[in-house]
């Protein structure tokens, strides 16, 4: 199965799962970002602290997706 990540601005006021593409950064576009700009250190923060939308279930084993970042990144 696949995943996607994305980062959700403070201020969005998300309430379907339908409207996240629209309002949010794709987590793979901010990495893609930092690999291209070659720094010696990259640190991104994933806060995924967010519950299921609500009327919308999640399954009891599904956690937190992974993701590949370019190395040098934690």
């Known amino acids: 199965m696949e995943y996607f990540i ?3 601005p403070v201020k969005e006021n998300i309430k379907k799962s339908f ?3 629209a309002s949010a950064v794709d987590v793979d ?3 893609a ?3 291209n ?3 010696d250190l990259n640190i991104v923060v994933l806060d995924a602290c967010r519950s299921s939308f609500p ?3 999640r399954g009891a084993n599904q956690g937190l997706a992974s993701i ?3 190395k040098g990144t934690f």
Do not use: H, M, R, S
């Open 68 to 70: 590949e970042a370019a």
């Open 19 to 21: 409207e996240v593409p």
């Open 55 to 57: 009327g919308e279930a």
């Open 37 to 39: 700009i070659k720094n």
């Open 6 to 8: 994305y980062l959700i």
């Open 29 to 31: 576009l901010v990495l």
């Open 33 to 35: 970002t930092l690999e």
